[in-house]
């Protein structure tokens, strides 16, 4: 169980696990010459910064002795430092925004790999515990880590070594302060740093007070924000329906009800920052004029001048910035925490589904048959859908599959495609059969029709054989369309969007064809059509079929009733009627 609450160990090692594998990969080399030259930048800009200090002392010195030749003399030195701090800041930015890039641009293309190989993205919907909004991960979340990552590592590296800068300066400017307490003196050496210090941890721990609920909040907000989102594409993709059903009130309702929750979740968000923001700002300004008044006494006293009462308020403001980095980053550490969460169960989830083994094993012989041996199908919360089953496709053989709607007609499928792995049993195909599975709704990505009709085919095909296979699907009236872009999905009809599929398996001319109630958007007439002209096209063709209507059973040599076959455990023949 992942902890939202709290930076502990665990959090520490989730980052590791994220961060490592970038650090040692094929990139590693480009990213480390990023990373010097990024360091190389806030070292310059730290020297940059330690000879500005050194020249607030010598400057207002002159201009409380008002030696207008010493200023003189200063400012081309001042010009060329002032202009090293701007160019190694610039430089800074520019670097890391690189490095940034490289390193969110390996995550992505890795990330993107294990989610989409052995159908992952697939096997994750079914799980128990659904991950929400994995592509939000992947578009947000592999954005935010290395950028967020990046920006507070080196925003801890210019402290660190400003602290070390600039603590040197302000015990050196310190002296010794000595406090009479009654018959004997308390010696307090570099006391101006001790104070810094003091302040600084003080201020921490209060921020930490203050702030502490943020993280867990923040993580609610990008789970929130995702899931409105999602729920505003799929009103978009399903608007057609929404409008026919007349849903658009509960629609409506819906929308409220998740933006009522990004509402709340950004009001609490916005009452943790308001106090941060008021802390943040009171601190600073008491760090400022606390340098000043610390350094009062030994000006009244004529010990030191102005030149050193403004570099010690200068350097005393930096040591307590450079300390209290947590406390200026808390909210950019609060949301990387929670990227770090989220990325971690993205993580767990991929894992979890490319580690477990199927226990339906897919192989391959020298026949020509199609072998089910022993096959045992369950729901992801082991439900038994089908129990031993045994069948036998013949080479150019015609199947229909027939059974009741929820029987799992599909889900037979899916396991016969090798996407589904709950369950046992054995499937054996013929060895170098091409296959093609043609769902009832078909996938239409984006693009002209020419390139959906070729999804996802990766060999060469012809204008010819495209037309032929439009043709042959009765869709001559988009030939005329083919490098058209548009929605497709909106503009075709369930229909046409069925024959279109089919343009594919004239087009493939596969072995072995897999229809999953694929002409069920077709008039009787249009799909006896269709049917037919496939079996003319591909004779030797298996072609195994889902289908509800009884009109196309005499297309078919064999029909199997699986419920009839599930209540029968253990059939070994993949006949029950024959025509």
């Known amino acids: 169980m992942l902890n939202k609450e709290k930076f502990n160990t665990q959090c520490y090692k989730n980052f590791w696990h994220l961060c490592k594998p970038f650090w040692i990969s094929e990139d590693k080399w480009a990213a480390r010459k990023l990373l010097i030259l990024n360091i190389a930048c806030i070292l310059t800009e730290i020297h940059a910064s330690i000879w500005l200090n050194n020249f607030n002392k010598n400057f207002f010195d002159a201009l ?106 302000l015990w050196n400017l310190s002296g010794t302060l000595v406090i009479p307490f009654h018959s004997f003196h308390i010696v307090i050496p570099g006391y101006l740093c001790w104070a810094a210090l003091l302040y600084a941890m003080v201020g921490t721990w209060l921020m930490n007070i203050i702030g502490k609920k943020l993280a867990p909040l923040d993580y609610l907000k990008e789970q929130r924000n995702a899931d409105f989102r999602f729920s505003l594409v799929r009103f978009r993709e399903a608007s057609e329906q929404i409008a026919l059903h007349d849903g658009t009130c509960s629609e409506e309702h819906n929308f409220s009800r ?49 030149g050193t009462v403004i570099q010690i308020s200068g350097a005393f403001s930096t040591v307590i910035s450079a300390v209290s980095v947590l406390i200026d980053s808390f909210g950019s550490l609060a949301e990387w925490q929670a990227v770090i969460f989220r990325l971690t169960e993205f993580n767990h989830a991929l894992n979890k589904n490319k580690i477990l083994p199927s226990a339906i094993q897919i192989s391959t012989h020298a026949h020509t048959t199609i072998l089910i041996q022993n096959l045992n199908l369950t729901l992801p919360n082991n439900q038994t859908l089908f129990k031993n089953l045994n069948f036998t496709f013949h080479q150019g053989e015609k199947t229909l599959m027939q059974g009741p ?17 709950y369950g046992n049993g054995k499937i054996i195909y013929p060895a170098y059969a091409k296959k093609i599975f043609l769902p009832q709704k078909p996938y239409l990505p984006l693009g002209t029709l020419r390139e959906i009709i070729l999804y996802p085919i990766e060999i060469k095909i012809s204008d010819h054989a495209i037309v032929s296979a439009m ?47 694929s002409t069920s958007s077709l008039d009787e007439q249009a799909e006896h059509r269709l049917l037919n002209t496939l079996l003319n096209q591909l004779p030797r063709a298996t072609v195994i079929s889902i289908c509800h209507r009884n009109s196309v059973k005499k297309l078919y040599d064999n029909v199997i009733n699986l419920e009839n076959s599930n209540e029968k455990q253990g059939v070994n023949s993949s006949v029950t009627e024959v025509f």
């Not at 993107?112 to 909004?133: F, G, I, K, P």
């Not at 709607?405 to 792995?421: D, E, I, N, Q, R």
């Open 405 to 421: 709607s929820g029987l799992g007609k599909s889900t037979l499928f899916h396991a016969l495609a090798g996407t589904w792995h």
């Open 471 to 517: 043709k042959l699907c009765g869709l001559e009236k988009f030939i005329s369309q083919l490098d058209k872009i548009d929605n497709w999905s909106h503009v075709l009809s369930l229909g046409e969007q069925q024959l279109i599929a089919f343009t594919k398996i004239f087009l493939m001319r596969p072995d072995i064809i897999f229809l999953d109630e």
């Open 64 to 169: 409380q002795n008002f030696d207008k030749q010493a200023i003189i003399r200063m400012l081309p030195s001042y010009s060329f430092y002032l202009m090293l701090l701007v160019l190694s800041f610039g430089y800074g930015v520019y670097f890391a925004g690189l490095l940034s890039l490289r390193w969110r641009t390996w995550l992505t293309k890795n990330y993107l790999s294990t989610w989409l190989s052995q159908h992952n993205h697939y096997r994750m919907q079914l799980s128990h515990n659904t991950l929400d909004n994995p592509d939000q991960r992947i578009s947000e979340d592999l954005e935010k880590f290395p950028t967020l990552t990046l920006t507070l590592s080196f925003s801890i590296l210019h402290s660190v070594i400003t602290l070390i800068s600039f603590s040197t300066i």
């Open 258 to 306: 998740l933006f009522q929750n990004i509402s709340a979740n950004f009001l609490s968000i916005l009452k943790i920052q308001k106090h941060i923001k008021i802390f943040n700002n009171t601190y600073k300004t008491i760090s400022y004029v606390f340098g000043l008044l610390i350094s009062m006494p030994s000006y009244f006293a004529k010990k030191i001048l102005l």
